[in-house]
């Protein structure tokens, strides 16, 4: 017997997800001269409309649900790693020579395995895998591909075979519109302020 599908109600979320983690708004941008009128220009938030989200049993509901909390807990690490690596290439390419990026780079591992680990320690399976994902959509590249490129061959290899023994990979790529379709409209929803 077919179970009977049921629809997400927005009232529902929030209780089972927590409040939305980015809140965004209206911003009064100046005014404009257009037809010899100066009117008022304001910039608003991205909307995202999509279809009606239909989960067909409780199993899938509750799945739905879990994934939605681990991408508010997993992806404002995601956003932070980002910045972090934008910050850490913009000081990088002012320094003058090989010498001086490799004792940078060093000092910066230190660095980000202080302010990191903490925080990775205390995320679930899932919640690593999903990082993973996460930051190859914010980088353009792998967790592999960044730390062979930043830090090492030899290293990447260590993390990946370390990873590989709990059955994970840092050569997972984010794919949006076929494995990870609703992970991609979650975040949407996330950054839109709506979830």
Known sequence: MQAKAQQIQIEDMEELTGPPI???????AG???YEGEMIPWFVLSDVYIFKPLILKNKKQVQKYYKLVNN???VYPIAV?????????VAHMDSLPDKK??????????KELKAKYTPQLKKLTFAQGKLLIK?????TGDT???????????????MWNTFASLFGASLKKEYDPDVDDRL?????????????
């Open 22 to 28: 980015f809140r965004h708004g209206i911003g009064y």
């Open 71 to 73: 991408i508010k807990k």
């Open 134 to 138: 996460l930051i190859d959509r914010q």
């Open 80 to 88: 932070d790693i980002k910045r972090t690596i934008d910050a850490t």
């Open 143 to 157: 967790s592999y591909q960044l730390i062979k490129q930043y830090i090492g061959s030899f290293k990447a290899t």
């Open 31 to 33: 005014v404009v001269e």
């Open 183 to 195: 992970t991609e409209r979650c975040i949407l929803l996330i950054e839109a302020g709506e979830l």
């Open 100 to 109: 001086a990026k490799d004792e940078y780079m060093k000092k910066m591992e």
